[in-house]
């Protein structure tokens, strides 16, 4: 009787062990996947949904239903080739489809990641604003700071400090909590699509999707699995969670921010035209909480971005041109990856120096650049993850194949109408 018992303790010691060194491996492996969804909800897209929410109210949360599929489809392949490949997208892109067609694409995501950045430390400046700190004081110290974090951490101090930046992003949840939304309206909002034609409508529809869904996210994220050493594909499962579990934290902060303007800003009439400025109009509507929250919320999604972008962008050009790029090699063994990202917050941050800047536009356009230029870097990687000389057994099925080339064709249409729609309002018999 007690040989039994005492093989029972044993067995049920080694279950429970089985299951702590499982979760274990479980939190070692995650992190790419929370942090580059997390670093989406940045100023930019932070301002794109506070304009969305003040503007059109709850009519434009349904979008993050089928934007939060999309985001788990796209990051899920961007997982599957780093771990398989043991590459990033822009050094398989090189492979695959040659110099030539990486050049172009360089440009591109640079010039975008570089508005993007722009908008991080507007948003940076104006978070510290409502503070009473000075732009002239905040900006400079926060480039010494990003530059410093990542010129002298490693990959695993910087993903430490990054996941802490993610937990900070519950101040828009507790937000929206406060405002005393009606949940009956929200959830009717959420499954009622409401679908229109003008084009300052479509407009920000291209917007929500590109602050969502950035082309730069797809770049780090593969270049942050393949530098964090997740290349088993045993450890494909944990990264497929992380990604999944990234992507609806996104859009549920995401919505938070939309339905808190919607259920203050837009009923009570108050046209915004930033973040800030809708940090300031909640004071008088849902109380100073609301305002400090969501103005921390700002600063810290600011910070998080304008450091993510950067290492984006220092990931995304140095796999291209075959330089070194990682986070454990030291100035001296990565020149060119600590350069690029030490150059991009430098002119980033000193751009937004300039008096006068228009900041709004800067946030609000970035966006819009991501949202059209994502469609073209979905077609790369669609064809790398059908390609079974790279991806052998793990190749995209059947399935997965219409839902991702559904996906891209529906994004292409989506920018497509915009434009079009945006042009016949210009259109001389229309003025």
Known sequence: MGHRAEESRAAAGGFFRRRLRGLWVLLLIMGPGIITSSADNDAGGIATYSLAGAEYGLSMIWLMLPTALLLIIIQEMCAR??????KGLSDLIRERFGVKYTFYTMVVLVIANLGTTLAEFAGIAAALELFKISRYLSVPFSILF???????????????????????????VVTGFLVSPDWTEVFHALVSPTI???????????GLVGTTVSPWMLFYLQASIVDKGTGMKKDLTVSRIDVIFGSVVVCVVATFIMLTCAFTLHKAGIQITEASEAALALAPLAGDYSKWLFAFG?????????????????????????????????????????????????????????????????MYVSQVLQGLVLPAVLVFMVLLVNDRS??????????????????????????????????????????
């Open 81 to 86: 080739m780093a771990v398989v490949s043991g």
């Open 146 to 172: 990003l530059m410093w974090l990542v010129v002298k951490g490693t990959y695993g101090s910087v993903e430490k400090v990054f996941l802490a930046a993610c937990f900070l992003f519950v101040s828009y």
């Open 196 to 206: 229109r034609t003008d084009p300052p409508y479509l407009v920000m529809m291209v």
């Open 298 to 362: 700002l600063f810290n999604a600011s910070m998080f971005a304008a450091s993510i972008l950067p290492l984006s962008t220092a990931y995304t050009v140095c796999e291209a041109f075959g330089w070194e790029s990682s986070l454990d090699k030291k100035f001296s063994e990565a020149p060119q990856f600590y350069g690029l990202y030490c150059f991009t917050i430098f002119l980033s941050g000193l751009i937004i120096l300039i008096p006068g800047l228009p900041l709004v536009k800067i």
């Open 390 to 431: 790279l991806m052998g057994d793990h190749a995209g099925g059947l399935v997965l194949n219409i839902v991702s080339w559904g996906s891209v064709a529906a994004l292409i249409l989506l920018n497509v109408a915009a434009v079009f729609f945006s042009a016949l309002e210009l259109m001389p018999w229309r003025l």
